[in-house]
């Protein structure tokens, strides 16, 4: 084992389940303490007792201030410092544009891009006192590409790559590196209605398969070390050759 985050704290949300599962494993794995956060309880805890000392669940809605507030305290009070913030969580919606509904827009982008501008906000302030640190913001192959269908969740996740490149901007004085990871599809719940026939097809990647969470984990261990240190406004892509082109002829 090689420790790559010994004496680092992350923050990961969307931690219970999935890839946020995933990398809470892989960050403890490598020496971290972690702090899983989610709104999905019973899996959250089940996780950390899993993990041990070295993990603590809090539940934190990401659209709510307030609750954001609270788990960094939470996180101060159990830990003693924030090194990294993972933004992991975040739904998955699709639909065609005209009937796509306004209830349908906000909620995405209330999740997938306002949740991480709240949670950037309040974790600045523990990340610079515990600097240098990492900010890494889950974005998605729909965040470089278009897909059919997906206006929402595209919309959203294009929103966190330019999110990403403007905090690092503003935060590279406070010693605050913040990059955006881009997977594709990968197999967990919340990408069951894809493997399903949604229109947005990942048989259409080079290697021809869904991700497994855990071939993620290792890029988001990668930006929360200090390997990374060099690193930042950055995507880094995990997609099976989703977005180099397309096989047909």
């Excluded at 923050?11 to 999905?40: F, K, N, P, W, Y």
């Excluded at 982008?109 to 240098?132: H, K, S, Y």
């Excluded at 399903?196 to 988001?220: M, T």
Aim: charged share 15%; with cysteine.
């Amino acid at each position: 084992m090689s420790r790559r985050l010994h004496g680092k704290v992350a923050l990961i949300t969307g931690g219970s389940m999935g890839m946020g599962a995933s990398h809470a494993r892989a960050c403890v794995a490598e020496g971290a303490q972690v702090v899983i956060a989610d709104i999905a309880d019973e899996p959250g805890q089940a996780l950390a007792r899993e993990l041990g000392d070295a993990a603590h669940y809090v539940h934190l809605d990401i659209t709510q201030p307030a609750q954001w507030q609270q788990a960094v305290a939470a996180t101060l009070g159990r830990f003693g410092k924030l090194n990294v913030l993972v933004n992991n969580a975040g739904i998955l919606t699709y639909g065609p544009v005209l009937d796509y509904t306004l209830e349908q827009w906000n909620r995405t982008l209330a999740v997938n891009l306002t949740g991480q501008f709240l949670g950037i906000q309040a974790c600045v302030p523990a990340l610079a006192e515990a600097a240098p640190a990492s900010i890494i913001n889950v974005s998605s192959t729909a965040g470089l590409s278009a897909y059919p269908f997906m206006a929402g969740y595209g919309a959203s996740k294009w929103g966190v790559r330019g999110l990403t490149k403007s905090v690092a901007l503003e935060l590279a004085e406070r010693r605050i590196r913040v990059n955006s990871v881009h997977p594709g599809a990968v197999a967990t719940a919340q990408s069951a209605a894809l493997r399903q026939g949604q229109p947005s097809d990942p048989d259409a990647s080079s290697l021809k398969r869904f991700a497994e969470p855990e071939e993620i984990s290792p890029l988001i261990v990668y930006l929360a070390s200090d390997e990374s240190r060099f690193s930042t406004g950055a995507e880094f892509v995990a997609d099976g050759g989703i977005t180099a082109g397309s096989l047909g002829g």
